[in-house]
């Protein structure tokens, strides 16, 4: 079964930067998009970018630009996003998710929490 | 950037009651808009794709409808599970940015 498993919550200070990696399983890593998605306490659902596991292309929404870096790893069908320049406003659950062309994003990580605190 | 709006941030319902949301685009999407539906401390599941598409195994109570910049979301039916907070997201242009939801509670 499809299976997108993150890593763990992270603790960081302002001015770090955070790594989240999304592994995947149950399905051809290099055939479908993966979303970064994230979420603010008690706030909506902001998309961050994406990228193609098979060329390794991004893009990622003009807000982060500059500091959000995504990669992946074929061998392990593992993805990762990386925030630099950490302010507290970037606290929230990241998400990763699978892009089904036929469908949309229809797979999700189960989310990590980063925190950013003094 | 596309602006996704939905008209209620809450709204409140009773089982079996019919619900609608909705949720417009800033300028024409075609029908590249989804819903999710999102519990607290989960992640977002994909209810609708391409404006009217039945995501497998979501309950035929949910359908939704629209084009262009005007889309909704209907459960027909609200059972117990449905209460949750909905958000629509547009897949017609990067960023695909999402609508600021609506959160269904109970009366």
């Known amino acids: 079964q499809v299976q997108l498993v993150q890593s763990g919550a992270e603790v960081k200070k302002p001015g770090a930067s955070v790594k989240v990696s999304c592994k995947a399983s149950g399905y051809t890593f290099t055939g479908y998009h993966i979303h970064w998605v994230r979420q603010a306490p008690g706030q909506g659902l902001e998309w961050m970018g994406w990228?193609?596991?098979?060329?390794?292309?991004?893009i990622s929404a003009q807000k982060f630009q500059g500091r959000v870096t995504m990669t992946r790893d074929r061998f392990i069908s593992t993805a990762y996003m990386e925030l630099s320049g950490l302010r507290s406003d970037d606290t929230a659950v990241y998400y990763c998710?699978?892009?089904?062309?036929?469908?949309?994003?229809?797979?999700w990580g189960q989310g990590t929490l980063v925190t950013v605190s003094s | 950037d596309i602006q996704m709006t939905q008209s209620l941030s809450s709204l409140s319902a009773s089982v079996g009651d019919r619900v609608t949301i909705t949720c417009r685009a800033s300028?024409?999407?075609?029908?590249?808009l989804n819903w999710y539906q999102q519990k607290p401390g989960k992640a977002p599941k994909l209810l609708i794709y391409a404006a009217s598409s039945l995501q497998s195994g979501v309950p035929s109570r949910f359908s939704g409808s629209g084009s262009g910049t005007d889309f909704t979301l209907t459960i027909s039916s609200l059972q117990p599970e449905d209460f949750a907070t909905y958000y629509c997201q547009q897949s017609y242009s990067t960023p695909f940015t999402f609508g600021p939801g609506t959160k269904v509670d109970i009366k």
């Open positions: 990228i193609n596991p098979n060329s390794g292309g991004t």
């Open positions: 998710a699978r892009e089904s062309t036929a469908t949309g994003p229809d797979y």
């Open positions: 300028q024409s999407i075609s029908s590249y």
